[in-house]
């Protein structure tokens, strides 16, 4: 088990930090600076939005699964009072958070000001608190499901972003406790995540995910059928697809991830944390390159934060 959580949290953290470098870039942008489709944690494209980070370094994308992993850890259960304390905290800080959707940020400065949040963001960025969750709660995906969506609420009441939280949620719990073989299973595994959804438009982008792996479409095919946005069902579903592409090997999902660009930029920093997070998950810490362990700079904090995270989840 612990490889799993490890493997989850590195993945994610590897994903952020390898498709930051050309998020919202073209591929002849990526080329011409690359030389070819990156690979490694190298230093940001110029253009990207995280231009300013150092190889190997984390976006905010990744600093909200932290910081919730973080909370349970000290709480030692999922208080949600805390986390939005620091969310509070880490608002006030005053640091560059980098690139994150504007409505998350306003939701915690109407939760300072003792408002309700009358904000509907619809970014991937309110539901990946859902990966924390699925790893807390990976023998329950009932209570991951709703637990999910209630921490999503704190910065986004959109029901679409509420449906992919739990998916994301259940999907993390499965993967961790390798109940499908998804090589023959992967169909199986769609049609329980769709069990926790309610929105036709959800349904409708997992059904999309399915029929392009039976119909064993290309990576470039599918991203223009499903979207490679910040909306949050073109991150959730083309990592999604990615992940389920070749699920048994992590360095080929998360590079595809990275590089899910197309021809006019993507998310693709979201969408390679995601689709890392499912490889980790679902393949465990090593199966991870060494490579990339060497070169994520927070490689040995976000370890031992995984196993004090192991520590208090419920027997």
Not at 81 to 99: C, P
Not at 103 to 127: N, R, V, W
Not at 268 to 273: P, R
């Amino acid at each position: 088990m612990e490889e799993k959580i490890i493997g989850t949290l590195l993945g994610a953290a590897i994903g952020d930090s390898l498709g930051m470098m050309v998020e919202e870039l073209p591929v002849d942008e990526v080329i011409e600076f690359y030389g070819e489709p990156v690979k490694d944690l190298l230093i940001p494209h110029p253009y990207s939005p995280s231009y300013f980070l150092r190889p190997g370094e984390n976006t905010s994308e990744f600093e909200i699964i932290k910081l919730m992993v973080e909370s349970i850890v000290e709480r030692k259960f999922i208080d949600s009072k805390y986390i939005i304390e620091k969310y509070i905290q880490w608002l006030e800080k005053g640091q560059i958070h980098t690139y994150i959707d504007p409505t998350f940020l306003l939701a915690i400065e109407f939760i300072i000001e003792g408002t309700e949040t009358p904000l509907k963001g619809s970014t991937i960025d309110h539901s990946l608190v859902a990966i924390p969750v699925g790893m807390y709660y990976y023998k329950d995906p009932y209570q991951a499901s709703e637990v999910a969506k209630t921490l999503t609420m704190i910065t986004s009441r959109n029901e679409i972003v509420l449906d992919v939280s739990s998916a994301l949620a259940v999907a993390i719990g499965e993967l961790i406790q390798s109940r499908f073989y998804l090589e023959d299973e992967y169909e199986y595994f769609i049609k329980l995540l769709e069990k926790f959804v309610h929105k036709s438009e959800t349904k409708k982008s997992l059904h999309k995910v399915l029929d392009l792996l039976k119909k064993e479409a290309d990576y470039e095919i599918a991203i223009n059928e499903l979207g490679n946005g910040s909306y949050c069902l073109e991150s959730f579903s083309q990592a999604l697809f990615i992940f389920l592409k070749t699920p048994s090997y992590v360095e080929t999902t998360i590079i595809k991830a990275a590089n899910s660009y197309g021809y006019y930029g993507g998310d693709t920093d979201s969408i390679a944390l995601i689709a890392g997070a499912f490889a980790g998950a679902y393949n465990g810490e090593e199966q991870i390159p060494e490579r990339w362990k060497n070169q994520l700079m927070d490689y040995n904090y976000i370890v031992e934060l995984a196993r004090k995270f192991l520590e208090v989840i419920p027997i």
